[in-house]
T-cell receptor, first 112, second 115 residues
Framework: NAGVTQTPKFQVLKTGQSMTLQCAQD?????MSWYRQDPGMGLRLIHY???????DQGEVPNGYNVSRSTTEDFPLRLLSAAPSQTSVYFC???????????FGQGTRLTVV | AQSVAQPEDQVNVAEGNPLTVKCTYS??????LFWYVQYPNRGLQFLLK??????LVKGSYGFEAEFNKSQTSFHLKKPSALVSDSALYFC?????????????FGTGTRLLVSP
């Protein structure tokens, strides 16, 4: 049982490039979310999903896109990377009971 | 909208002394409250939660938290700190009436326990 798996762990992009951050969970959780962590700002919600085929915007959605074609996977796409998107990104999954969120190990992204 | 405040960027405590990490919250309804810990280069790990019931909640690694509705606070405590407790601690809240995925985090408090 791997929990929440994020890939890659580290990534450097040039401004304007696009990429996809992968997130997969094997716990059959209904809810999944993407957060970004920046110094002094805690974790901010980017996008979330309440089930396959259903996504919605969080607090800071601009510049990011998501889809949820299966229960297990919730990829985050950066459409045209900007230096302001330099951050650590965390994926979380939450069971329908809502008892706690399970986090991946994070992806450290640098945009130059 | 729900929000969380962690007023201290860093808390310093000597090993063996009690520690407190402060958290206050704001929600329109009843809150679900959580504490998470983050060790360097790792994801967040769940420590404890308050859903309903007793105001004193016990969690992992000897941590506990006290829910105070009148003061809208949920402070994290431990009777005797360990050097290994040094980490970044996050308080989080969601309104009972909003979705489970809408978890709002504080800015984090770095705990430094000195030998």
């Amino acid at each position: 049982n791997a929990g929440v798996t994020q890939t890659p762990k580290f990534q450097v992009l040039k401004t304007g490039q696009s990429m996809t951050l992968q997130c997969a969970q094997d716990m059959n959780h209904e809810y999944m979310s993407w957060y970004r962590q920046d110094p002094g700002m805690g974790l901010r919600l980017i996008h979330y999903s309440v089930g396959a085929g259903i996504t919605d915007q969080g607090e800071v959605p601009n510049g990011y896109n998501v889809s949820r074609s299966t229960t297990e996977d919730f990829p985050l796409r950066l459409l045209s990377a900007a230096p302001s998107q330099t951050s650590v990104y965390f994926c979380a999954s939450i069971p329908s009971s809502g008892t706690e969120a399970f986090f991946g190990q994070g992806t450290r992204l640098t945009v130059v | 909208a729900q929000s969380v405040a962690q007023p201290e960027d860093q808390v310093n405590v000597a090993e063996g002394n009690p520690l407190t990490v402060k958290c206050t919250y704001s929600v329109s309804g009843n809150p679900y409250l959580f504490w998470y810990v983050q060790y360097p280069n790792r994801g967040l790990q769940f420590l404890l939660k308050y859903i309903t019931g007793d105001n004193l909640v016990k969690g992992s690694y000897g941590f506990e938290a006290e829910f105070n509705k009148s003061q809208t606070s949920f402070h994290l405590k431990k009777p005797s700190a360990l050097v290994s407790d040094s980490a970044l601690y996050f308080c989080a809240v969601r309104d009972v009436d909003t979705g489970f995925q809408k978890l709002v985090f504080g800015t984090g408090t770095r705990l430094l326990v000195s030998p």
